[in-house]
């Protein structure tokens, strides 16, 4: 019989499934796939990133747009800085779509650094998910959305758009309570034949909202962000 040909790979083989080691003892094709296939992952997250970024920046550059024309003058109505919030809302919902499949490839980007360049460059610490090949491979396969809509809006919300909410409201608190002279709040909420408490009603539905939203409890689907405590697994839950 003759000898095993030392080039062979078994990847059933207990010793072979951290591909990382493999990668390091051995010569093969598999190690340059990899790389590439490592190169396209990457590049694709950075695409969204930079899309993630290109709707942040149109939001905040139409909100200072607002904001200059609201308080341009005395006689502008703060109906304009109404059409703000939901510019923003708009922004939001669209900001949230990238950053479900932006989070797609930053999850696949991170399990190949944890599990199989980690591991190439330090084959005694192993791999942190004995089974990512397995979980990689069926993502390849049956590609799927990570995390929520729900919780993508809530941490777009949290990390960019509540702010800018935030200083909308205020905006739009002190244009109807300070700067109109001889009327009530109530009074200069009115937008024509809408009375002002429906008006302030409707914001403060609004707001209380994306307040909720934010601090509603979430379970975690992908990893976070830039939150170190949130580095804990692929898929985390309860």
């Known amino acids: 019989m003759s000898p095993p040909d030392p080039n ?5 083989a207990p010793e072979e499934r951290e591909i990382g080691r493999e990668m390091v003892d051995q010569s093969t094709g598999l190690g340059s796939v990899m790389a590439h296939f490592y190169r396209g992952e990457m590049d694709r997250e950075t695409t969204w990133r930079q899309r993630l970024d290109e709707t942040t920046k ?3 550059t139409v909100i200072a747009a607002i904001l ?3 308080f341009s003058s005395s006689g502008a109505s703060h109906a304009v800085l109404l059409a ?16 479900q499949d932006y989070d797609v490839y930053r999850a696949r980007v991170r399990m190949l650094q944890e599990n199989l360049f980690a591991n190439a460059l330090d084959p005694s610490a192993g791999v942190e998910h004995h089974d990512w090949r397995t979980e990689l491979s069926e993502d390849l396969r049956n590609p799927t959305l990570k995390i929520p809509y729900r919780n993508a809006l809530s941490r777009r919300l949290r990390r960019v758009y509540l702010p800018v909410l935030a ?3 205020a905006a739009w608190l002190f244009r109807i309570a300070v700067l109109p002279s ?13 009375p002002g408490l429906v008006v302030i009603g409707v914001v403060g539905l609004f707001y209380l909202a994306a307040f909720g939203l934010v601090l509603w409890p979430q379970k975690r689907y992908a990893k976070g962000e830039f939150d170190e405590a949130d580095y804990g697994g692929w898929k985390e839950t309860d």
């Open 58 to 60: 149109w939001a905040v």
């Open 68 to 70: 200059t024309y609201a």
């Open 8 to 12: 062979d790979f078994d990847p059933e």
């Open 84 to 99: 703000g919030m939901a510019v923003v809302a708009m922004f939001l919902g669209i900001e949230a779509r990238r950053y």
């Open 167 to 169: 200083v909308l409201l």
């Open 182 to 194: 001889g009327q009530s709040i109530l009074e200069a909420a009115a937008l024509g034949r809408l």
